[in-house]
């Protein structure tokens, strides 16, 4: 089940038929995909990114490279994407805090608000506002203590050179 599809899907209050409709598929085939019972091409996993406004990487994030997977997987390391609204569109390896299948298409603030996520959404606003790469040292109030990220952003571009969002990489200085 892809329970992150369909969560997105509620709480953009649209039904199956609307997104398979947005997305040129067959309603019965999207429900499918919503199961987990077929896997979408990646035209069709594009399709459907495209009309949730998510990067269409979701689809196929538990067959991402096995040595990359298990070199990240519960390292300090956390890698994401966000659209120009900073509503994150694809993350790996989020801090235990955050759940993957909540944050897609949300922004840091959604909830709640820190000095750690106001000065992480302003880094993001400026790589997109600036279109440079940049990064920064950030504080995070979690539920273990005080974490502090060293915070690396660049800009995400379309194939046809349009700023898409950015994309950060985070990793927690350990003592």
Not at 18 to 46: C, H, L, M, W
Request: aromatic letters at 10%; proline letters at 5%; a neutral charge.
């Amino acid at each position: 089940m892809r329970h992150w599809l369909v969560q997105l899907r509620k709480e953009r209050n649209l039904t199956q038929q609307q997104v398979a409709k947005g997305a040129f598929i067959d309603r019965a085939y999207y429900a499918q995909i919503e199961t987990g019972s077929r896997n979408p091409s990646i035209a069709v996993a594009s399709q459907i990114a495209s009309f949730l406004h998510v990067n269409p990487s979701l689809f196929f994030s538990e067959h991402l490279s096995e040595p990359f997977k298990l070199a990240l997987l519960h390292s300090p390391i956390i890698v994401a994407h966000c659209d120009l609204e900073l509503k994150y569109t694809w993350m790996f390896n989020p801090n235990p805090d955050f759940d993957t299948r909540t944050i897609i298409g949300k922004r840091d603030d959604y909830n709640g608000t820190n000095n750690g996520i106001v000065e992480l959404m302003e880094f993001k606003r400026n790589i997109i506002k600036t279109k440079d790469t940049l990064h920064r040292r950030i504080h995070f109030p979690v539920s273990d203590g005080i974490v502090e990220y060293y915070v690396f952003g660049q800009p995400l571009y379309d194939s046809d050179g349009r700023i898409l969002g950015a994309a950060t990489t985070s990793t927690a200085l350990l003592p």
